[in-house]
């Protein structure tokens, strides 16, 4: 910001009073630095004119972000008619750039990309200064018959930013968010104006008011549990578990015939699964669970955060419920056979979890 400042100082930019400063939004991703010039002296850069545009305009933003405030003089003009049996009002609103602040940088923001759907209907050109009760003579009318129109669709900037606006997304997950429901066909990007299609009126429509996962307020809240998850302050289990047993509940109000041999594997209607009456070896309250259709056992504590599980199955070869018990119970196994490594290899080993391995099952191999 002290290069910045200095070099702005030097060719006679106009300041702020103190470096311009942003709160960063909440759960913003901040391993990196913002992308700027190494050197503000260079006002050039790129090898090519793609590469080229790219630099200047990094170069130009960074700069304009820490110059002064552009400033307007704003002029409102109102005319009543008089002469007629009824009266009417006209308002016509015009600005001119008297301080270019950092607008004598970037004139145009190409950062916010216009909407060719948009109806501007202000008219900020040059209104003219008149004095208060002056009277004026109109030269000529004419009668403009404009009609409401729908909202115009989100552009790829705008979607990002109604995103933003929701809480949803994170910026290194915006390109691939884009990506997805384009190439599914989901949007057409016409115009720079992305249009719904067919197929994705049809899925919404099928969708909305019998899960929850198309509503804003899911995606907001799963972000900021993904969020507690990565600060540690939560736990994976708990969260998917608890996502898991939410769809299944929306998915057994919708009367879909079970196939007869998941249906006596799992409670109907996508009920709790129960717990199996071995003692959860991690938080000594809740019991082991095997989650509706999961090949894993967890904790029916989850939701007040014990994360503990074990895989029913590993590296390729399936656990006893009695070897399942050993381990709980004494935190190892005795050799067991049969397991496949990546080269597909046979071999045995004994298994350990206990709070000395954090809790994760982990391979022991006799000496």
């Given at each position: 910001?002290?290069?910045?400042?200095?070099?702005?100082?030097?060719?006679?930019?106009?300041?702020?009073?103190?470096?311009?400063?942003?709160?960063?939004?909440?759960?913003?991703?901040?391993?990196?630095e913002?992308?700027?010039?190494?050197?503000?002296?260079?006002?050039?850069?790129?090898e090519?004119?793609?590469?080229?545009?790219?630099?200047?305009l990094?170069?130009?933003?960074?700069?304009?972000?820490?110059l002064a405030?552009?400033?307007?003089?704003?002029?409102?003009?109102?005319?009543?008619?008089?002469?007629?049996?009824?009266?009417?009002i006209f308002?016509?609103?015009?600005?001119?750039?008297?301080v270019?602040?950092?607008?004598?940088?970037?004139?145009?923001?190409?950062?916010?990309?216009?909407?060719?759907?948009?109806?501007?209907t202000?008219?900020?050109?040059?209104?003219?200064?008149?004095?208060?009760?002056?009277?004026?003579?109109?030269?000529?009318?004419?009668?403009?018959?404009?009609?409401?129109?729908p909202?115009?669709?989100?552009?790829?900037?705008?979607?990002?930013?109604?995103?933003?606006?929701?809480?949803?997304g994170?910026p290194?997950?915006?390109?691939?968010?884009?990506k997805t429901?384009?190439?599914?066909?989901?949007?057409?990007?016409?115009?720079?104006i992305l249009?719904?299609?067919?197929?994705?009126?049809?899925?919404?429509?099928?969708?909305?008011?019998?899960?929850?996962?198309?509503?804003?307020?899911?995606?907001?809240e799963l972000?900021?549990?993904?969020?507690?998850?990565?600060k540690?302050?939560?736990g994976?289990?708990?969260?998917?578990?608890?996502?898991d047993?939410?769809?299944?509940?929306?998915?057994?109000?919708?009367?879909?015939?079970?196939?007869p041999?998941?249906?006596?594997k799992?409670?109907?209607?996508?009920?709790?699964?129960?717990?199996?009456?071995?003692?959860?070896?991690?938080?000594?309250?809740?019991?082991?669970?095997?989650?509706?259709?999961?090949?894993?056992?967890?904790?029916?504590?989850?939701?007040?955060?014990?994360?503990?599980?074990?895989n029913?199955?590993?590296?390729?070869?399936?656990?006893?419920?009695?070897?399942?018990?050993?381990?709980?119970?004494?935190?190892?196994?005795?050799?067991?056979?049969?397991?496949?490594?990546?080269?597909?290899?046979?071999?045995?080993?004994m298994?350990t979890?206990?709070?000395?391995t954090?809790?994760?099952?982990?391979f022991?191999?006799?000496?």
């Amino acid at each position: 910001l002290v290069e910045i400042r200095s070099y702005a100082s030097k060719n006679g930019w106009e300041l702020p009073a103190k470096p311009r400063t942003w709160k960063s939004a909440e759960a913003a991703q901040e391993a990196h630095e913002a992308i700027r010039p190494t050197h503000i002296q260079q006002r050039e850069g790129g090898e090519d004119d793609n590469q080229k545009k790219l630099y200047a305009l990094i170069w130009s933003r960074a700069v304009a972000s820490q110059l002064a405030d552009a400033q307007y003089s704003v002029n409102t003009l109102r005319l009543e008619s008089q002469g007629t049996p009824q009266s009417f009002i006209f308002k016509a609103t015009g600005r001119t750039l008297t301080v270019p602040g950092w607008r004598g940088l970037t004139v145009t923001d190409t950062a916010e990309e216009p909407d060719p759907t948009a109806n501007d209907t202000e008219d900020n050109g040059l209104v003219p200064a008149l004095t208060r009760g002056a009277t004026i003579e109109a030269s000529s009318t004419r009668i403009l018959n404009r009609q409401t129109k729908p909202p115009s669709g989100y552009t790829q900037a705008s979607l990002i930013k109604k995103l933003e606006s929701e809480g949803i997304g994170r910026p290194s997950t915006y390109p691939a968010i884009l990506k997805t429901v384009i190439s599914r066909g989901y949007l057409n990007d016409t115009r720079k104006i992305l249009v719904p299609t067919e197929i994705a009126r049809l899925l919404i429509d099928a969708l909305t008011g019998k899960f929850a996962f198309v509503e804003y307020a899911y995606t907001r809240e799963l972000e900021e549990d993904l969020d507690h998850i990565a600060k540690g302050s939560t736990g994976y289990v708990a969260v998917v578990s608890s996502l898991d047993d939410k769809l299944r509940s929306e998915l057994g109000e919708l009367h879909i015939q079970a196939q007869p041999a998941l249906a006596s594997k799992r409670p109907a209607g996508g009920s709790e699964a129960p717990g199996t009456g071995l003692a959860c070896p991690k938080c000594k309250k809740g019991q082991l669970r095997i989650p509706n259709g999961k090949d894993f056992y967890s904790c029916t504590q989850y939701r007040e955060g014990c994360s503990f599980t074990v895989n029913s199955t590993i590296a390729k070869k399936k656990l006893t419920e009695k070897q399942i018990e050993t381990l709980c119970t004494k935190g190892e196994t005795g050799i067991i056979k049969g397991f496949i490594n990546k080269q597909e290899k046979p071999f045995e080993a004994m298994l350990t979890c206990n709070e000395g391995t954090g809790w994760r099952t982990i391979f022991k191999f006799p000496k």
